[in-house]
């Protein structure tokens, strides 16, 4: 059964400051992995989705990398800033269909 | 704009009365919708996923009797808590996919369930 933590589970920064969220997962049979976004009693939006096949994906601030042999994946935000606090989760789908295995995400906060 | 419609967003009810969750498809017709569930700061679990036309695929020990998915046409899946109890409160989040196999999925903003 795949299992998904992300760590820190928490993390505050001022702003400014470039940071790394760290997602493992136990299964490297994967399809993609993909890191949301959610914001306190609302619904997932997708930030930077990464296929098996790929090491990395960009966009704007935010880079997220993929190493499947190890079950790491890593998203990268530089430049933080006070709008990007929110708790961001990532997912791993499964190769034999669309299930989605979801971390416990991590809380940031970037402090003005 | 919003792919994915949910409702209502926040409820609150007695003890053992039923709630039903609606999620709706704007952009496209869903073949297939899921329905996660969401204790506080933990992560989605999912709960079933559901085929237009068809019964719904329960994970482990997800109750079928107890959370009654109907997915009657490509843009609408509702979800009923029969007889809540105060176990059953948590946050639901549906989301919705064209096709089936590996296709994006798009995420309602969800719906908080508070039972007294």
């Known amino acids: 059964k795949q299992e998904v933590t992300q760590i820190p589970a928490a993390l505050s920064v001022p702003e400014g400051e470039n940071l790394v969220l760290n997602c493992s997962f136990t299964d490297s049979a994967i399809y993609n992995l993909q890191w949301f976004r959610q914001d306190p009693g609302k619904g997932l939006t997708s930030l930077l989705l990464i296929q098996s096949s790929q090491r990395e994906q960009t966009s704007g601030r935010l880079n997220a990398s993929l190493d499947k042999s190890s079950g790491r994946s890593t998203l990268y935000i530089a430049a933080s800033q006070p709008g990007d606090s929110a708790t961001y989760l990532c997912a791993v789908e499964e190769t034999s269909g669309s299930r989605l295995t979801f971390g416990e995400g991590t809380q940031l906060t970037v402090n003005p | 704009g919003a792919v994915v419609s949910q409702h209502p967003s926040w409820v609150i009810c007695k003890s053992g009365t039923s709630v039903k969750i609606e999620c709706r498809s704007l952009d496209f017709q869903a073949t297939t919708m899921f329905w996660y569930r969401q204790f506080p700061k933990q992560s989605l679990m999912l709960m079933a996923t559901s085929n237009e036309g068809s019964k719904a695929t329960y994970e482990q020990g997800v109750e079928k009797d107890k959370f009654l998915i109907n997915h009657a046409s490509l843009t609408l899946s509702t979800l009923t808590v029969t007889s809540a109890h105060p176990e059953d409160s948590s946050f639901y989040i549906c989301?919705?996919?064209?096709?089936?196999?590996?296709?994006?999925?798009?995420f309602g903003d969800g719906t908080r369930l508070s039972i007294l």
């Open positions: 989301s919705v996919q064209r096709g089936q196999g590996h296709k994006p999925q798009h």
